[in-house]
């Protein structure tokens, strides 16, 4: 029996991928490289810096949603 190796990835928002595939007519595939950080330059920062934005957005209304759900 060899050694299992499992790989874990990291799952992206797929809304939010929609939201920046529209922007920035990009392939889904582009965002994921530039979101991760393997690919360099000024519009991938772009596209990171929009995509940690409206993580944080969804995130803090799923919050306020919650709260106002449990009052």
């Known amino acids: 029996m060899g050694k ?5 990835y ?4 797929s809304n939010i991928l929609e939201a920046l595939f529209l922007k920035y007519k990009v392939s889904k595939y582009y965002i994921r490289q ?5 690919v360099q330059g000024i519009k991938p920062d772009n596209i990171k810096k929009d995509y940690v934005i409206m993580e ?5 209304l799923v919050e306020n949603l919650i709260k106002k759900t449990l009052e």
């Open 4 to 8: 299992s190796k499992t790989k874990i």
């Open 10 to 13: 990291k799952s992206y928002d």
């Open 34 to 38: 530039c979101i991760n950080g393997s």
């Open 56 to 60: 944080r957005a969804n995130r803090n």
